[in-house]
């Protein structure tokens, strides 16, 4: 059984910095992408960033470019999100998630396993 637990949300003022963590198990991590998500209150749940099996291959969604990394490290099976210049905007729930098949997805209804979630709140 799959399970993601994700860690490291709080409250932070704009332009500041966070870094998620997201704990895989229940399968073998390295042979699978992993992906960040956000939901906001009243907002549909919208990808942020996804990072290939490897690591080698990383995709933003355009508000984060040049703000956020994703990242894993496969021989602690973990993924991560850095987070910094943050913005009021950015405050949401962040789930991480997993698929079952070896290739990137943006679409959530792509993704089979999911975290239960982790809050962002950025102050202004």
């Known amino acids: 059984q799959v399970q993601l637990v994700e860690s490291g949300g709080g409250l932070v003022q704009a332009g500041g910095s966070l870094r998620l963590s997201c704990a895989a198990s229940g399968r073998t991590f390295s042979r699978y992408p992993m992906g960040w998500f956000r939901q906001a209150p009243g907002k549909e749940r919208e990808f942020v960033a996804a990072?290939?099996?490897?690591?080698?291959?990383?995709y933003y969604v355009d508000s984060v470019k040049g703000r956020f990394t994703i990242s894993r490290d496969n021989a602690k099976n973990t993924v991560y999100l850095q987070m910094n210049s943050l913005k009021p905007e950015d405050t949401a729930v962040y789930y991480c998630?997993?698929?079952?098949?070896?290739?990137?997805?943006?679409?959530?209804?792509?993704?089979?396993?999911w975290g239960q979630g982790t809050q962002v709140t950025v102050s202004s």
């Open positions: 998630a997993t698929k079952s098949s070896d290739y990137i997805a943006r679409d959530p209804r792509r993704y089979d396993y």
């Open positions: 990072i290939s099996s490897s690591g080698g291959s990383t």
